[in-house]
């Protein structure tokens, strides 16, 4: 079973950049699902941010596609997600995924603060 | 990509049968039968409990089933129990490339 761990600071200031981690255990990052980023605003509902497949090709939200990279590294079996410009409005809890047609695993997120 | 469409809040009583609507506006969810639909405990991370429209991944409860007619999907809770209180998400795939929309939540309450 694929289990996902994130990681990274838990606050950001207004117009720096929020970078997070997630470790995969239990499967390999280049078996075959695609790896992905979904955040939820306090009391708010689910949004996709973005998936990356093992070989490195993303897929981002259209909304935030300027803003967003990701990158794999199947040497650690980890991938991460950068968001750079981020606002107030960001502060969400930011869960990472594994996913194919529909989203299979979450890991257990991580509360993101976006603070001066 | 716009959120799908749930009701905010749905109810019951202990043993009924509740059904969670979900639906589209955009080429989502009346195109592909990439329907999931997610459970979400307080303070937890959503766990799913349906996908392809109407599929139980391994360990969910028969309880739970899923449907499909034209741009809307819905999720049925039969023999409501307190357990079952908790926010409950749909999402599609979204077509072309990959993608995925949510709907907004419904909140299930057991009374």
């Known amino acids: 079973q694929v289990q996902l761990q994130e990681s990274g600071p838990g606050l950001v200031k207004p117009s720096e950049t929020l970078s997070l981690t997630c470790a995969v255990s239990?499967?390999?990052?280049?078996?075959?699902?695609?790896w992905g980023w979904i955040r939820q605003s306090p009391g708010k509902g689910l949004e996709w941010i973005g998936s990356?497949?093992?070989?490195?090709?993303?897929y981002c939200n259209p909304s935030l596609r300027s803003r967003v990279t990701m990158s794999v590294d199947t040497s650690k079996n980890q991938f991460s997600l950068n968001v750079n410009s981020v606002t107030a409005a960001e502060t969400a809890v930011y869960y990472c995924?594994?996913?194919?047609?529909?989203?299979?695993?979450w890991g257990q997120g991580i509360l993101v603060t976006v603070s001066s | 990509q716009s959120a799908l469409t749930q009701p905010a809040s749905v109810s019951g009583s202990p043993g009924q049968s509740i059904t969670i609507s979900c639906t589209g506006i955009?080429?989502?969810?009346?195109?592909?039968?990439?329907v999931s639909w997610y459970q979400q405990l307080p303070g937890k991370a959503p766990q799913l409990i349906i996908y392809?429209?109407?599929k139980r991944p391994s360990g969910v409860s028969n309880r739970f089933s899923g449907s499909k007619s034209g741009d809307t999907a819905s999720l049925t809770i039969s023999g409501l129990q307190a357990e079952d209180e908790a926010d409950y998400y749909c999402?599609?795939?979204?077509?072309?490339?990959?993608?995925?929309?949510f709907g907004i939540g419904t909140k299930v309450s057991v009374l």
């Open positions: 995924v594994s996913s194919g047609w529909h989203v299979d695993s």
């Open positions: 239990g499967y390999s990052i280049s078996g075959g699902f695609y």
């Open positions: 990356i497949y093992h070989s490195g090709s993303t």
């Open positions: 955009n080429s989502d969810v009346g195109s592909y039968k990439f």
């Open positions: 392809e429209g109407n």
């Open positions: 999402c599609s795939y979204g077509g072309g490339t990959i993608s995925y929309v």
